[in-house]
């Protein structure tokens, strides 16, 4: 069985790629007015919003029980309208060696595809695949697009 994995999907939204895109890349504190059942808080932890090298804490709620974890930003496309972000502190990695997610957004005709890529090393077997967390990414997109919508 082997302990690194990649998780990838695409999902279609309706809100403009780049107001999605600025939220993810510049605004993700934006996320506790979002989905606040989900995300408690994210702050910056250091750097500035927006910009590669920043470091973001996010406190959030999965599966009923408190979650934080530590990223920094390691890359924005602006081009591509992509951003990865590599988790560096934080319970994901009681569970992983390395965790590292990307979403980019993808205009296609008058739709835009949100392709989201979790990549990670297990730190043994025994551990899931991050299943659960991929499903609450993907939702937690979902939810941003009905709030971009109705905004």
Same mark, same amino acid.
Not at 7 to 33: C, D, K, M, Q
């Given at each position: 069985?082997?302990?690194?994995?990649?998780?990838?999907?695409?999902?279609?939204?309706?809100?403009?790629?780049? &107001?999605?895109?600025?939220?993810?890349?510049?605004?993700?504190?934006?996320?506790?007015?979002?989905?606040?059942?989900?995300?408690?808080?994210?702050?910056?932890?250091?750097?500035?919003?927006?910009?590669?090298?920043?470091?973001?804490?996010?406190?959030?709620?999965?599966?009923?029980?408190?979650? =934080?974890?530590?990223?920094?930003?390691?890359?924005?496309? &602006?081009?591509?309208?992509?951003?990865?972000?590599?988790?560096?502190?934080?319970?994901?990695?009681?569970?992983?060696?390395?965790?590292?997610?990307? =979403?980019?957004?993808?205009?296609?005709?008058?739709?835009?595809?949100?392709?989201?890529?979790?990549?990670?090393?297990?730190?043994?077997?025994?551990?899931?695949?991050?299943?659960?967390?991929?499903?609450?990414?993907?939702?937690?997109?979902? &939810?941003?697009?009905?709030?971009? =919508?109705?905004?």
């Amino acid at each position: 069985m082997s302990l690194v994995g990649k998780l990838s999907a695409e999902i279609l939204i309706v809100a403009p790629h780049h &107001e999605h895109h600025g939220v993810w890349s510049g605004r993700p504190h934006h996320f506790s007015n979002v989905s606040p059942g989900k995300i408690k808080k994210v702050h910056l932890h250091e750097g500035d919003w927006g910009s590669v090298g920043s470091v973001i804490e996010w406190h959030y709620v999965i599966d009923g029980k408190d979650q =934080v974890v530590k990223q920094v930003v390691e890359s924005i496309d &602006e081009e591509n309208k992509a951003v990865t972000f590599k988790v560096i502190e934080g319970d994901l990695l009681k569970e992983y060696k390395s965790f590292k997610g990307t =979403v980019q957004y993808i205009p296609k005709g008058e739709a835009t595809w949100v392709h989201w890529t979790f990549e990670y090393e297990k730190l043994n077997k025994d551990f899931p695949h991050p299943f659960k967390l991929f499903e609450y990414t993907i939702h937690l997109s979902e &939810e941003l697009d009905d709030h971009l =919508v109705q905004a």
